[in-house]
């Protein structure tokens, strides 16, 4: 299987001109700025939470090998959900 970023510089410059074409037609060339502008913003803002996630998750990791398996003994010790009377 070809990875994406492959197959996206392997379309034709025949549909990217469609394409733009399409885009100027149906949103008009003022507005193609602002939208290029807004996605833009949005992929910059989904880039740095996933940052986020993957450090988060990176030191949520060494938090729990840093315990000694505390946390293991510890979640045994938790009650069960309300209205459960199965663990009871």
Known sequence: MVPAHVMLFSVSPVVWITVIIILVVVFGASKLPEIARNVGKSAKVLKEELNDLTEDTKAD??????????????????DPAPGNDAAK
């Open 61 to 78: 990791g060494k938090a729990i090998e840093g315990k000694d398996g505390a946390a293991a003994k510890d979640s045994s010790k938790t």
